[in-house]
């Protein structure tokens, strides 16, 4: 170990106050970005519970169409025996997703993780902008309460799909969301687009500037290749989705008709001026919102890389290959939004090519599932709660994305488009990969966070009990979607063509339902280990990255000496030295014997 | 360290016993008329006593049960039976689902009282959200039927409505259900149109001739109350069963066989449009685009708010659950959009008996030694609205029928 | 404890692969829980294509499944003697794995651009004009059997009528109820009148987006007779559920019979009031 000091460097502000202005700047306007990924995080978390509620909902109306829904139905429609209305239906698919996608997917990842780790793991002391950082947290919260408001303003929440396709979001008759409900949801997800813009303003500088000696561009770590690369997508596409957001509120607000057609009207109202294209917004939309579904799963490929190589023990296979895959993913990213409108009377010809580079984006994906195979491959496999995480990751992520290619073949999304196959297919990559990426990551870097370990057998319990309830969630609906049941319909079962899949519904709802209890015990074992968990050192998991020689938790300033990078992150059972892992801080032996 | 384990179960606990708790709705339940006690109580000066709102909701449900469980009071000749099939009723009637038996009831709730309401009110939960909004069974009138102003429609006519929908309005087609399903919802609709219209006549009964305080039917005398009640269903009863009576017959039209037939027609009708007798203009306006008269309002709106509605009062409407008052616009003809029906008798019941429950009034029909419209001049009408939206003038710049974009073959 | 997730990660392959096998078998309980019964005449280049994927991403998805579940068995730390294989990777491996589901992909792209051109951008044609040559500008397309148009909460349908032209006052006006011969190539130009609405008839394989101010063509051949949904398959407000229409195939004579009628019925000029309802 090296014996230069390299002092926590102090920032200027007093210590000394004690009180509630110094407890206000220390843990809720803080600057550091450990205390601001957690805020990302408990704050994500939360939401977390809110959007898998809103799926219950769901799941309940398409098992027992009509009934009386738990919770809601008494609280919001106890005059009609607890039967949601229609609308209702509307408002909770939108919501479930704008809150999954926005408030929980992206910000967990960027802003919880990208924020925890990236000084972290590349040996800096924080963020390259500390203000920036804050910001960015505090930025959710209007976001928060104009989302969280929508669900009280007139019609109890936007119903136009968290797609918002215009017309039906933009005239302010065509639905019952649609009036203040549907503003303030434009309001929130700009909201959340600056905050992510800030972070990636951020993690880009930081990863660029501020690694550690010895950290070259080619000795990062898997995740902060991937969070590096995420933060580019965000830096790039988030300005479109945030353009056309302001766009839409033109045309709902100030009269203006960039997406309405000559004469627009719903509903008998007036007809609006109009002379603009709805397919506009769809262009613009998925120009940021394919990107978008990238941002939701790299940063998660990339932390389940770290996983997997720790838990063999070997280091990751093909680390080149894996960062070009993040890469190509990310820049074919951009050329493949019209996958998504395929069926939208964009011209057919536009179809064929964007046809072509969404096949071709299955190539980065398989390249790197072969390599995550690789790497467990000739391993010593430890199966923590982490690991099994990453594998399942590994697993479900060839389910999503091989389930991609039939949407990606035009004439097959003929009849799958909007129909469960396409819900099935994000789902696996979202739920049963991202989120499942997510939960491996917690149970990883919680001893990091909080300096004590969560119970390995609950963790264990809940990732089983989760694992078996979302495939029988999900898995069919691969079958439902064969079948042509569609998206997003109140009571599908109206049609002769679907009337006897309603038992398989109920399955699948009594499935979601014991995956959303399970979380109770990840919720309870997070909570009590945070204060009674058993307390560990630096490195229980015996792993390599920098992040894992700061203590834990780490102090302000993140490290007490100067790390020194001698080699890359995977050197997991080389045969340099005798112990099975080879932290990157650790000098050559040579080097350590010019020492002695 | 004490184990905090201690304080995860119960809090467990008690999140479990909330979510329980808040599991049952009540069963779903007919609204009373706030709005309508309210117009009696400020037309009185007397408030309603709670008492006798229950004993009203009371008898109410001692004579048409609940939406769970409809009835029909029967008492020798007097009840619903004579207009509408109790099994019928319990088909539509109830939560969504099916018996034991597998046959299905609901129907009414799984297709119609998120718009209409459970009560046939007009204030589901989707109503205020929809333009027009949705009909109120309770005064009994309805627009689109056979028979003239202030008769009731015939059975007949409430399945047209049911199976053709009402085009250019929300309320869909439902053709494609099954011919006993549309019975049963023409039943049930039949049965909540009497109901709310004995509850509105009770409730004026209440204000109006019984003393503050007392209540319509007392426990320990009843029989005075429970006449009355007979006697207002009896009537309203009455009015139901006769309608198909009442329907207006429809001429043939006359005798076109040429062109020249025609444009002659076609002059005479555009006459009459313009002119005094018929006196289209006024509301339909000079261009026939409905700009005559964009200020009344309908019957279930006047009713409430009067012509004034900046009155003070429309506030304390409103918080009862009354929907915001929207004006009556006469119809844009050039559209080609035809609510009550397209067919030439569809057209001839609007313009002969107007349209109930609006500002379009019944022709005046020519009396000896008075002027009046013949039946002839009423075709002649007809075709003249029914050739308008083919007009030049009519290309309609609403409703994007123009191709903006047509896909090419390339 | 690790032999015990290697062979639930083993049971992904097995019941994954199984939830397949059943439905498409039409076994218990899963029958009829496939692909609808299709009755185009085109539709089978979509159903091939289909098959075609599911059966290939079956082969990687099995194979992918157990050699992960091999390599948790193999080599699982509790049971593994053997050091680690300190590799950081092949490139061989790479390129054959970068260059092979490369050439896949490609293959199946170019594959399908006939279907999705049969589809799409092939209108049927009445005949390809003077000159004789389809694909020039003086061809005479097939004129539509219908219009459709999507409204919020219906398919409103206007037939041509016995002049043969959209627009003209004998045009037969109705909502829902689809009727089209069986055996003949039909045209519908789609439309919308307020918002985006989907025009999905599962049964011919036909879906396409209608959108305010654009008009649109869909066209197929219906080999059966019998009755069929049309479902609406893009969100289009609080009644997207109900936009059901009914789709009825039939002989060109039951057709003509029924257009026939329903135009009688439009025309109805005559009431006289009955006894009783």
Known sequence: MSSTTAGVQTHGHAHAEAGVGHFVSTYVFSRDHKIIGLQFLFSTLLWFLVGGLLALGIRWQLAWPWTNMPVIGPMLFSGEGGQISPEFYTTLFTMHATVMIFFVIIPILAGAF??????LMIGADDMAFPTLNMLSYWFMWPAFICIGGSFFAPGNGAGAGWTSYPPLSVLTEAAPGSGMAQTLWLLGVTFVGVSSMMGSVNYLTTIIQMRAPGMTMFRLPMTIWAMFITAV?????????????FMQLGDRLFGTGFFLADGATANNMAAATGGGQPLLWQHLFWFYSHPAVYVMILPAMGMVSDIISCFSRKPIFGYRPMVYAIAGIAGLGFIVWGHHMFMSGMNPYLGMTFM?????????????????????????????????FAISFVSMFIIGGLSGIFMAATPVDIFIHDTYFIVAHFHYVLFAGTAMAVFGAIYFWFPKMFGRMMNETWGKLHFFLTFVFLNGTFYTMHILGAVGFPRRLADPYHYETFRHLLPMNQFMSVCAILMVSVQVIFAANLIYSIFYGKPVGRNPWHANSLEWMAPSPPGHGNFDFQPIVYRGPYEYGSPEVDSDYYPQIEPPPDEKKDED | MHTPRSIIRPLLLLGVVALLVGCRAEDARFRMDMVYVRKQENATEIPFTRAQLLNLSNVLAAV?????????????????????????????AGPVGSDEMGFPHGLYREHCSHCHGVTGNGLGPTAAFLNPYPRDYRQGIYKFKSTPKGSRPTTEDLKTV?????????????????????????DYVKYLSVRGKIERDLIFEVADELEEKELLVDPEEPDDGLETVKMYLTAEVRKWASASNEATAVPAPPASSSDEDRLDSLARGRELFHGTLANCVKCHGETALGDGQTTDYDQWTIEIFTKEPQQPGIGEFVALGALKPRNILPRNLRHGVYRGGRRPIDL???????????????????????????????WHLIDYVRSLPYEPLSNPHYGGHEAVVERQRL | MGRFWSILFLMVPVIGVGLFVVPMADMWPMQNHWLPEDISEHGASIDDLYYFILYLTGVIFIATGLTLFWFLWRY???KNPDPVKFAHGNHTLEVIWSIVPAAVLLFIAIHQMTAWAEAKLRRPLENSGPDGIVGTADDVYMK??????????????????????????????????????????????????????????????????????????????????????IVCAELCGWGHYKMKGRLTVESREDFDRWIQQKYQAQETSQFTAGPGD
């Open chain 1, 114 to 119: 990208g924020n925890y780790l990236i000084p």
């Open chain 3, 76 to 78: 699982d730390a509790a």
């Open chain 1, 356 to 388: 072509v580079t969404t096949m071709l984006i299955a190539l980065p994906s398989a390249v790197k599932v072969f390599n995550w195979l690789g790497t467990m491959w000739g391993g010593k496999i430890q199966f923590t709660t982490p690991m099994l």
């Open chain 2, 348 to 378: 001839y019941w609007r313009v002969r008996n107007g349209i109930d429950g609006t500002p379009m009034p019944a022709a005046t029909m020519k009396q000896p030694g008075q002027k009046g419209l013949t039946e002839a001049d009423i």
């Open chain 2, 162 to 186: 049911l199976i053709n929908g009402v085009q250019g309005t929300a309320m869909p087609s439902f053709a494609l259900l099954a011919d006993d399903e549309i019975d049963a919802l023409v």
């Open chain 2, 64 to 92: 048409f049960g609940t939406p769970d469980d409809p009835d029909i009071l029967i008492d020798g000749d007097i009840g619903l039976h004579e207009i509408v099939d109790l099994t019928n009723l319990k088909m539509a």
């Open chain 1, 233 to 245: 997508l965000q830096a790039f596409a988030l300005p479109v989705l945030t353009a056309a957001g």
């Open chain 3, 144 to 229: 539509p059997l219908v219009e459709v148009t999507g409204r919020q909460f219906e398919w409103r349908l206007r037939y041509p009528g016995a002049d043969g032209e959209l627009g003209t006052r004998d045009d037969i006006y109705l909502v829902n109820d689809l009727h089209v011969p069986v055996n003949e190539e039909v045209v519908m130009t789609i439309k919308s009148d307020d918002v985006l609405h989907s025009f999905f008839l599962p049964n011919v394989r036909v879906k396409q987006d209608v959108v305010p101010g654009m008009r649109q063509y869909v066209w197929f051949k219906a080999k059966k007779i019998g009755t069929y949904d």
